[in-house]
T-cell receptor
């Protein structure tokens, strides 16, 4: 069975600074997808970034980038130039490489961005 | 990205009544829909997976007769909480996935807050 672990329940960062959220996972699969989702106070789940395990290059989306270490089963999210609007819960998630399989979520990290 | 709606966004009901929550994919055909439950300050817990035209697959510990799921078409899935009790109060979120450009990704609805009195 797959598991996803987020060891940081809460993080804080000052506006314009950089913060890294950690995520590790366990799986015996070779092909899979990893995601970071953001859940602001509205509780709408928003996809931040997605990584395909067979791609060695780390995914980037504007200020968001990941450090994907397949051998170590690590998938951290770096937020650069943090903004107040980045304040939210962040969930790391795993999906098998199938035609839309279920997502397995970590417990989440609450990020607070201070002015 | 694809858009998923949920209705209602908020519902209050009396204990013992049934409540239906709808999940619709607005601009794509959702071959698979998922229902999650989220308690305050916790992660999303998958309740069940539904495929259009077939019975839902429930996660261990989720009561099938309590949480009825119907995926009648490629754009609509419903979750009915039967004989609701206060402990069923929670935030329910659906997500949808499809084929083609929408495969290997889930699109989330805005959620439904259920309060059972």
């Amino acid at each position: 069975a797959q598991t996803v672990t987020q060891s940081q329940p809460e993080m804080s960062v000052q506006e314009a600074e950089t913060v890294t959220l950690s995520c590790t996972y366990d799986t015996s699969e070779n092909n899979y997808y990893l995601f970071w989702y953001k859940q602001p106070p509205s509780r709408q789940m928003i996809l931040v970034i997605r990584q395909e395990a067979y791609k060695q290059q780390n995914a980037t989306e504007n200020r968001f980038s990941v450090n994907f270490q397949k051998a170590a089963k690590s998938f951290s999210l770096k937020i650069s130039d943090s903004q107040l609007g980045d304040t939210a819960m962040y969930f790391c998630a795993f999906m098998k490489h199938l035609n839309t399989d279920k997502l397995i979520f970590g417990t989440g990290t609450r990020l607070q961005v201070f002015p | 990205g694809a858009v998923v709606s949920q209705h209602p966004s908020w519902v209050i009901c009396k204990s013992g009544t049934s409540v239906k929550i709808e999940c619709r994919s607005l601009d794509f055909q959702a071959t698979t829909m998922f229902w999650y439950r989220q308690f305050p300050k916790q992660s999303l817990m998958l309740m069940a997976t539904s495929n259009e035209g077939s019975k839902a697959t429930y996660e261990q510990g989720v009561e099938k007769d309590k949480f009825l799921i119907n995926h009648a078409s490629l754009t609509l899935s419903t979750l009915t909480v039967t004989s609701a009790h206060p402990e069923d109060s929670s935030f329910y979120i659906c997500s949808a996935g499809g084929g083609g450009q929408y495969r290997n990704e889930q699109f989330f609805g805005p959620g439904t807050r259920l309060t059972v009195l």
